[in-house]
């Protein structure tokens, strides 16, 4: 069976680690494209989940028990739920709609409705015996056939992550934030920064806080709200294309290149456009976490004249990544 499981976003995390916890990993569970829902899988039955959550929790919020997951199609819901006998039952079809459709959440249910009184079925939206449940995740839907105690509503004890103004773009944006907690003097008002692999756009809102000017390249496109910050200029081209009329005071690089591909970026980039005394901050991406490329990429920062001023294994970085910090030789 599966089961939906709505947490407080930001937490997605945490609540995947409880659950299988709390259910001796008999449950499993995944996220999904939406923040604050996972999918949970188990052999479980109902009351069995019941009973794994019915512990104490901090990050759960629903459970829902899933019949089957289809695709996205009214059809293929009407068809679902038709084939129950839900003569003289009375029923409500409540659908949950996220993501991007031609259809609206009520469309659905009045559809879905509709065939199933024409079967016998009784609506009542205030007391139903039994609930249609729909969740539609953009192109594929869970749906349950449900009495309300199968549903499980918990009071989260945590809410948001993050305030509105606070939350992260993406979360590379939360290695720079730690960067710049620990190497906040790279970046003052008087420097100009050159960014590569900017888009959606987290480092450069972060940086372009505290500088005079980023240019933000990448051939994606940054999010509307870092597009238009005034310090901000987007060059829409691979770092390998670029020209700069001056040169600047940093560069970060957080593309997804990987190892030593990335740090030739990095190098010919600090040749021609990083002033002496300059600052590199470079995300060193693998395949695989190998000790022996980061330090041939050491090297390779070295003998092009850029001193290692620290190797940083971020919160944020991921497990196949590692955060050098250099400046360019005076
Ligand atoms: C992990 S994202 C960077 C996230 C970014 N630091 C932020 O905070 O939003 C990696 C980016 O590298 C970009 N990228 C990949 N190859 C590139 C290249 N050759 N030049 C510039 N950008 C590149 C991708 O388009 C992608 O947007």
């Not at 008999?26 to 949970?40: D, E, P, R």
């Not at 039955?45 to 512990?55: A, C, D, G, I, P």
């Not at 009495?147 to 948001?160: G, P």
């Amino acid at each position: 069976m599966y089961l939906l499981i709505t947490v407080p976003t930001g937490f997605e995390k945490e609540a995947i680690s409880e659950v299988e916890k709390i259910s001796n990993k008999k449950i499993i569970v995944k996220t999904t494209y939406f923040k604050g829902v996972l999918l949970g899988k188990t052999k479980l039955k109902k009351e069995e989940v019941k009973k794994v959550f019915s512990k104490d929790t901090t990050y759960i919020r629903k459970v829902i028990p899933v019949d089957r997951i289809e695709k996205t199609d009214i059809d293929k819901f009407v068809r679902f739920f038709s084939k129950f006998n839900l003569k003289g039952k009375k029923f409500a079809v409540r659908c949950k709609r996220r993501g991007v459709h031609n259809f609206a959440s009520k469309e659905v249910e009045v559809r879905v409705g509709e065939v199933i009184k024409k079967l016998g079925g009784i609506v009542d939206l205030e007391n139903p015996e039994i609930i249609l449940s729909i969740e539609i995740l953009q192109d594929f839907s869970c749906l349950s056939i449900l009495t309300t105690k199968d549903i499980i509503v918990k009071k989260a004890k945590v809410e948001k992550k993050w305030k509105k103004e606070e939350r992260p773009i993406c979360r590379s944006e939360l290695k720079i934030r730690e960067i710049i907690k620990r190497y906040g003097f790279v970046f003052s008002k008087d420097k100009v920064v050159l960014d590569i692999g900017s888009a959606p756009g987290g480092w450069v809102r972060e940086i372009s806080k505290r500088v005079k000017k980023v240019f933000a390249v990448d051939p994606a496109e940054l999010e509307v709200s870092v597009k238009s910050l005034e310090n901000v200029v987007h060059i829409k081209k691979k770092a390998q294309e670029i020209e700069l009329k001056d040169k600047v005071d940093v560069i970060t690089n957080d593309a997804n290149i990987l190892d030593k591909e990335s740090a030739e970026v990095s190098i010919n980039l600090s040749n021609k456009f990083l002033k002496k005394g300059g600052f590199l901050i470079h995300t060193i991406k693998m395949k695989r976490f190998s000790k022996s490329i980061v330090e041939e990429i050491e090297k390779m920062f070295k003998y092009s004249g850029i001193e290692k001023i620290s190797l940083l294994k971020l919160r944020y970085n991921t497990r196949n990544e590692i955060t050098f910090i250099g400046r360019k030789h005076d």
